[in-house]
């Protein structure tokens, strides 16, 4: 299985503190993707890397990937109670063209 | 502004008695998915479409069918639903290039439908 496995599974920080969350998966990858869901809704795309990069940066987000680690991070720098939420990353990769696998994801609380 | 919509955001039904739930997008992608996820659980693809081509998971219960009548919606159908089909249900949209084929992008999501069985 590709299943990207996310940790950790929840992550508790005050307002204005870094969270950083990490993703690893199994086989190889066209890219990597992070997406972040409000308790009962739908998913949003964050930020999408592809397997040939390194790093990306989108506003308040970093993210990085190792392929050689198979493994990727997600850093929320300057954290607001709004960012409290779900973030999932997942993979896109292998045989079956548009399937993303997607990890379980890690709770972030941000405290005001 | 374009977008995913699902409808009904919230549907009760009876145990056994079929259900259909609604997608439609206005960003014209030519690929719709359908995801289930269960309480604190990642998303679970059940399967898509690549525009009239209909790719179904292997672990997908025979009680989820789909349709696709159009580029614009796409329909989950539950035969029989039973207690452990409770869940959300995701649709989400991309755009597949048939000339650059190994190219995967971004989803977009719907916000769900809930669906609770009684």
């Known amino acids: 299985s590709q299943q990207g496995e996310e940790d950790p599974q929840a992550l508790s920080i005050q307002e204005g503190e870094n969270a950083t969350m990490n993703c690893s998966y199994k086989t190889s990858i066209n890219n990597l993707q992070w997406y972040r869901q409000n308790s009962g809704r739908g998913l949003v795309h964050l930020i999408l890397?592809?397997?040939?990069?390194r790093e990306k940066h989108s506003g308040r987000l970093r993210v990085t990937l190792d392929t050689s680690k198979k493994s990727s991070s997600l850093l929320i720098t300057a954290s607001r109670a709004a960012d409290t939420a779900s973030y999932f990353c997942a993979v896109a990769g292998g045989t079956s063209y548009g399937k993303l696998t997607f990890g379980q994801g890690t709770i972030l609380t941000v405290h005001p | 502004d374009a977008m995913v919509i699902q409808n009904p955001r919230y549907q009760v039904t009876q145990f056994g008695k079929p259900v259909t739930l609604s997608c439609s997008q206005t960003?014209?992608?030519?690929?719709m998915y359908w995801y289930q996820q269960k309480s604190s659980q990642a998303p679970k693809l059940l399967f898509h479409?690549?525009?009239?081509?209909?790719?179904n998971e292997a672990d997908t219960p025979d009680n989820f069918q789909s349709r696709r009548p159009n580029t614009s919606f796409c329909f989950l159908d539950i035969r029989s639903p039973g207690l452990g089909d409770a869940a959300m249900y995701l649709c989400?949209?991309?755009?597949?290039?048939?000339?650059?084929?190994?190219?995967?992008?971004?989803?977009?999501f719907g916000p769900g439908t809930r669906l609770t069985v009684t």
């Open positions: 960003l014209n992608h030519n690929v």
């Open positions: 989400a949209t991309s755009r597949r290039d048939r000339s650059r084929d190994r190219v995967w992008y971004e989803q977009y």
């Open positions: 890397i592809r397997s040939n990069e």
């Open positions: 479409y690549y525009d009239k081509d209909f790719n």
